[in-house]
């Protein structure tokens, strides 16, 4: 499975642009780059997902560069709705295009007023 | 369109107890997970089913968890006896299939206490 790194916590003013950096140094060729967020008492939502260079949807960017080796969650202008665990995941590839999810222990991002 | 439905919310047993939990999955969804989360951690995958069959329970303590789905629609999640290290917020998540990186789709989660 490949491992990945984010940092445990970090703090934003509402209306800031929020970076979260993801290593990823041994994902695998098929591998997809996922992200989900997770309020208090409830379960993980998926956010966004990508294979390289860069995709945004109406909630967020994805930057992955061309090594791979790492990814980034761009949340523009944040909201104190946004604070929430951050999970950053890569398929572990088993098989064609089974996807295993396994999390780590996320990015907790709070959004201060 | 309903999500994945989870029961119960919230249950608080004796240790050495019996508790089971249940799962209904988006209509169509072939994969279905469950996830136990301990407090501050991320959810940590107990078994995943494509369909019925269960294609990954390695981490699946097997003398005292088990699973099943039968029909490949609904799944139980079951712990017997419970000890007080169960204590946790176990999730069940569904997915379009295992051929696609689909997004999974979680459940709200029962959060079991074992006293």
């Known amino acids: 499975l490949a491992k990945t790194t984010q940092p445990i916590s970090m703090d934003s003013y509402e209306g800031q642009e929020v970076n979260i950096t993801c290593s990823h140094n041994?994902?695998?060729?098929?591998?997809?780059i996922t992200w989900y967020q997770q309020f208090p008492s409830q379960g993980p939502r998926f956010i966004i997902q990508g294979y390289k260079t860069k995709v945004t949807n109406e909630v967020a960017s994805l930057f992955i560069p061309a090594d791979r080796k790492s990814s980034t969650l761009s949340l523009p202008r944040v909201s104190l709705s946004d604070t929430a665990v951050y999970y950053c995941l890569v398929g572990d590839g088993m098989g064609a295009g089974s996807y295993q999810l396994t999390f780590g222990k996320g990015t907790k991002l709070s959004v201060i007023p | 369109e309903a999500g994945v439905v989870q029961s119960p919310r919230y249950k608080i047993i004796e240790k050495k107890q019996p508790v089971a939990f249940w799962c209904n999955p988006i209509s169509g969804h072939n994969t279905l997970y469950w996830y136990r989360q301990n407090l501050g951690q991320g959810p940590e995958l107990l078994i995943r089913?494509?369909?019925?069959?269960?294609?990954?329970d390695s981490q699946l303590p097997k003398d005292r968890f088990s699973a099943e789905r039968l029909k490949g629609v609904d799944s139980t999640l079951k712990i017997q006896p419970a000890e007080l290290g169960d204590s946790a917020v176990y999730l069940c998540?569904?997915?379009?299939?295992?051929?696609?990186?689909?997004?999974?789709?979680f459940g709200q989660g029962t959060r079991l206490t074992v006293v």
């Open positions: 089913y494509e369909n019925e069959e269960a294609v990954d």
């Open positions: 041994n994902i695998a060729t098929n591998d997809y």
């Open positions: 998540a569904s997915s379009l299939n295992q051929l696609t990186n689909t997004e999974a789709f």
